[in-house]
């Protein structure tokens, strides 16, 4: 007979001393045979078969060795230098399988001085090296009985009544049997069990058996589940030799991994709790265990339990499937509070087209404190999600928040936050650009180091409609100023996205335009004025801006100047925009546009200038500027404009009016009235549209009026041959524009 591959020679021996034991029974079949034997299990140093040379008529010896003793002694090649005492094995059962080159050798026996089964597992192949298997399953498994150095862990007290205890070589497949099934206390799954090198445990239990984590599984909805658990417990495969014997060699490293996975529907407890944007996978939940040990691997420091649990995230349209895990180390576990956590990439958050890809957590928090107090009932869950967003050469944190009602998945909206104490224009401009592909703030000029502070970020989104707001703290001529950047798009998909840029003073002074006026009575005071910003690369463009094309955080810094409803033209450059009490104009305007004190106006109009937020002022001379406002109509019809002007000139009470505030460099600042004048000329009244000019560059200003007539004068003064048109009224008077005047 020829030299054969030691596993080959492992089998053939096996299956002789089982031909004789079994007094010649068919052993080449899967029909199991019944007998006795014992089993040793030795170093292949310390058996008398010589592995290299194995002839027929050694195998015919080794066969005549088991018929007279009934022993059968084995060398196994993982053993290494360690022997244990034979075992008695009953009712042994063989099947062989030549087709997949497979043989099980299994058999009750007494293990530990408890009843138990083992088994002897193995592949071959003619071509090289084979595989095999060494497995014992006692009825009453305690890992702290077997193991020492767990039996302070929550682990060593634990009582399996379904498991083994294998060594096997690396990459061996036990075959699907429902013999092996029944050893390891496992279901016949209907396929092969594949092994890893070293000690493995194969058990199923019910989770009440883990008394030590019962509390935190309960916490997690975890209660009445059966547990399929697996893993390495060490390397080395005289752990389980030594265990075998009752001797505990302190110098075995132990390596614990299990794991363990439960039904899809185990964890139903905490998934009743979940908000309507998170749904559980069809994927059960996972218990792992692990040793944290010292540098020898030999001394236990701690055990630690990891839940996995696969949910989806549903929002916007979009679905995201996250991996939740928790690491617990059970060592101090004092409560039940758990926190399982996920990462992915969320390609659209919050379905926002032109958004950049954000590394995603989700978060679910159970404060286990009904569990820890032994109180039915379910414990608080709080679900967060979470991401980090770059802003230039800045981070921020994302918390979102979603909303929507179970089973609505396309009503779910959210929106998400953060908060940073700093920021830069510059950075703002940098994130801009990523986000649009546009440079409109860099060319707003705003000087990239200018500096913002108490920032806010926040994400919208609400039905096909995408919000981005950043708000800020900054400085303007000398003072804080309240600065809001938006972007928003509606539509699916990229839609267009609109830039908004906007800075709201709570107080402030001409002056603060233009330095010159100070102290001057042009130097006009306003409680609270809005600064909308355009690029002026879209000259020639002008845009409608509606109250009701903006979020609440974007309309509340205009209404204080414009209120809850308005619509503005907004121009390249600065549209700047002011809340004005009549009472702070100068007195003599204020009685010529017959407005009472208590009254306000709007100022709006365009400045051509650039603003540097660093500096707080403009950073260059402001030429010439214009603010409009439209004057409520007139309660009367006696009023005159200015005073001492004809009697014979009334204003118009009916006509629409407006008042304009000028400037020219380098300080001249100018009042126009424009409204209907009325003037009884000829006998009839005739109907001018006027401008009023009143110059406010001291106290003492100049009041200029001119305009036109409406329609023809038919015979003037009784001149019978003369039609006038193009009928021009002028005035020019004087004006007390200090308060006093």
Request: charged share 20%; proline share 5%; net charge negative.
């Amino acid at each position: 007979m020829p030299n054969l591959p030691a596993i080959q020679r492992f089998f053939l021996a096996a299956v002789a001393s089982t031909l004789l034991a079994t007094a010649g029974a068919a052993a080449n079949s899967s029909n199991p045979s019944r007998s006795a034997l014992r089993l040793r299990l030795v170093p292949p140093d310390q058996t008398q078969i010589d592995l290299d040379k194995l002839s027929f008529a050694e195998v015919s010896a080794l066969i005549e060795g088991v018929q007279a003793d009934g022993e059968l002694v084995l060398p196994l090649p993982f053993a290494g230098k360690s022997s244990f005492t034979p075992i008695e094995v009953r009712e042994v059962e063989v099947t062989l399988d030549a087709e997949k080159h497979t043989l099980v050798l299994a058999g009750s026996a007494i293990v530990r001085g408890r009843g138990g089964r083992v088994f002897l597992s193995g592949t071959y192949s003619g071509s090289g090296p084979g595989q095999y298997a060494f497995g014992v399953a006692p009825d009453r498994l305690v890992l702290g009985e077997w193991f020492p150095a767990l039996a302070a862990t929550p682990l060593g007290s634990v009582v399996y009544v379904k498991a083994g205890l294998v060594v096997a070589s690396a990459g061996h497949k036990l075959p699907a049997s429902a013999l092996v099934a029944g050893i390891l206390g496992l279901e016949d799954a209907g396929k092969d069990l594949e092994l890893k090198a070293g000690v493995t445990l194969h058990s199923t239990l019910a989770v009440q058996s883990l008394p030590a984590v019962g509390q935190l599984l309960a916490a997690l909805g975890i209660e009445q589940a059966e547990l399929r658990q697996s893993g390495r417990i060490g390397s080395s495969a005289d752990l389980l030799l030594a265990a075998l014997d009752g001797k505990d060699k302190k110098d075995i490293p132990l390596e614990l991994e299990l794991h363990s996975e439960l039904e899809a529907t185990a964890m139903k407890g905490l998934q009743e709790r979940l908000p309507p944007w998170i749904k559980p996978t069809s994927f059960g939940p996972s218990l792992d265990f692990t040793l944290k040990t010292g540098k020898d691997r030999t001394q236990v420091e701690e055990l630690v339990m990891k839940v996995t649990h696969q949910v989806k995230v549903e929002v916007a349209g979009e679905s995201l499937e996250f991996s939740l895990s928790a690491e617990v180390e059970t060592k101090n576990l004092k409560d039940a509070k758990v926190t399982l956590t996920g990462k992915r990439t969320w390609n659209h958050p919050l379905g926002i087209e032109w958004l950049s890809a954000l590394e995603t957590t989700l978060a679910l928090v159970v404060d286990g404190k009904a569990a820890s107090a032994g109180k039915a009932g379910k414990d608080e869950l709080k679900a967060t999600l979470t991401s980090s967003l770059r802003v230039g050469s800045v981070e921020a944190a994302l918390e979102f928040e979603i909303e929507g009602e179970k089973g609505k998945k396309d009503e779910l909206k959210g929106h998400a936050t953060a908060r940073l104490e700093h920021l830069t224009i510059g950075d703002l401009a940098s994130f801009a650009s990523t986000l649009t592909g546009t440079s409109f703030l860099s060319d707003l000029q705003l000087g990239d180091a200018a500096a913002l502070d108490k920032v806010s970020l926040t994400l919208k989104h609400e039905k096909e409609k995408n919000t981005l707001e950043v708000s800020a703290t900054a400085g303007l001529g000398g003072a804080k100023a309240d600065l809001l950047f938006t972007l928003t798009s509606t539509g699916a998909g990229k839609g267009k996205v609109e830039p908004l840029f906007v800075i709201k003073r709570s107080a402030g002074h001409m002056s603060d335009l233009v330095p010159a006026l100070a102290g001057k009575p042009g130097d006009l005071e306003f409680p609270e004025s809005v600064w909308t910003l355009t690029p002026p690369k879209a000259a020639g463009v002008s845009k409608a801006l509606s109250s009701a094309d903006l979020g609440p955080t974007a309309r509340e810094f205009f209404q204080g100047v414009y209120g809850p409803d308005f619509k503005l033209e907004l121009k390249p450059g600065i549209q700047f925009g002011a809340a004005l009490p009549v009472g702070k104009l100068p007195s003599a305007l204020v009685q010529a546009l017959g407005l009472e004190t208590s009254a306000s106006l709007v100022l709006e109009g365009s400045l051509a200038m650039s603003l540097d937020l660093g500096k707080g002022r403009p950073s260059a001379s402001l030429q010439s500027l214009e603010l409009n406002a439209e004057l409520p109509r007139m309660a009367g019809v006696g009023s005159r404009l200015p005073e001492g002007l004809p009697s014979w000139m009334r204003l118009d009470s009916s006509s629409q009016r407006s008042l304009t505030v000028r400037f020219a460099a380098p300080s001249s600042v100018a009042f126009l009235l424009t409204n209907d004048v009325l003037a009884d000329l000829d006998g009839q009244t005739r109907h001018f549209q006027i401008s009023t000019e009143v110059s406010a560059d001291s106290k003492q200003g100049k009041a200029r009026l001119s305009g036109q007539m409406v329609g023809e004068w038919k015979q003037p003064f009784g001149l019978k041959a003369l039609n006038l048109r193009d009928v021009t009224l002028a005035a020019e008077g004087k004006a007390q524009t200090g308060q006093g005047g």
